[in-house]
């Protein structure tokens, strides 16, 4: 295959790309802010993510991927080209791509998405599930008989899978993951601190602060926000203690769908699962203390993957080093020509 090879991780919170033989070049809030008086794009990723919750009444910002679903193509796709001219600059051959989608997306979504690539940039294109590249990116090996239980904590999705041989075995997705934390840090302040604080601040307290679990030491942060009433500027105390009560609830769920997961899963790969345990990836994984939250619910041995939320475009980059694994498997890369083809 000619030309540079790249990964994306298209996340609901973040786009990274890992170049074949460089590794991540991009890793940048999926956010763009569009110029309304001047119809163009004011910014895109990190430069965007600045003016989220800011903008003045002209600019408006856009997050193309909600809850893992592409929601605004045309947004992703300007972020796309965007991206793809910041790795390839002025180069004569067009990258080739793999992105990964959520795992129960349909035939048609993942054309739609190939498709997308290939209009953004890429001379051929070819998307895989999630939580297989963020088993890769956490160290399982494509060629590992057993099977293994992955949960990739997002921003918008928790993608639970039991991935084997380089495929998955069984998976489900549920709308709970980072964003949902931060509305629950939202909804503590205001209910019991009488304050309003934006999600960047939550966000901010989860990522300082926030725990699945009573830490021995327990944290606190302050945070600004204004006061419910007075509608004037306020600062409040949160703790980890705070955290944890707050988001337990919807952590619960988490767990009863990976037990609803595990009902429809195979014996032998259940009885593999108790054996090897399970691993904890995407960005929710660095929650203090959520593998031993995990560990105490299920019983067997649960890790965090190092770099939680580099997994999946970690994952992507193993693929690129050995691309004819991939089309053993079973994936296929679409062309320009194929999506032409497909349309007659
Ligand atoms: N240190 C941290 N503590 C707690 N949460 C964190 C931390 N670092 C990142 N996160 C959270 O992880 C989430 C982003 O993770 P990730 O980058 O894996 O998501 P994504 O791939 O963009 O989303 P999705 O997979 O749902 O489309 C955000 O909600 C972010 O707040
Ligand atoms: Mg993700």
Known sequence: MLGTKIGFDLGTTTIAANVDGKGIKINEPSVIVYDCFEEKVKAIGKEAYKMLGKTPDYLTAIRPIIDGDIYDYGALEQMLCYF????CGNRILKPSIIACVPSETNEIDKKTVTDLLISSGAARA???????????????SIKNPEGVLIVDIGGGTTDIAVVTRGCIANSSSVGIAGNAFDEDICRFARRERDTVIGSITAEKVKKQVGAA?????????RAVGKDYITKLPKSIELTSTDIFLCIREHLEKIVESIKLLLSGTQPELVADIAKNGMIITGGGANIRGIDDYFRTKFGFNVKCAESPELCVANGLGVLLDDIKVLEENGYVFRSYADMNDFEE
Do not use: H, S
Not at 84 to 87: A, D, G, L, N, R
């Open 213 to 221: 679990k009573f830490l021995d030491a327990e944290l606190a942060v």
């Open 84 to 87: 793809i001219q910041k790795i």
């Open 126 to 140: 070819c998307v895989i599930e999630e939580p297989l590249a963020a088993a890769l990116g956490a160290g399982v």
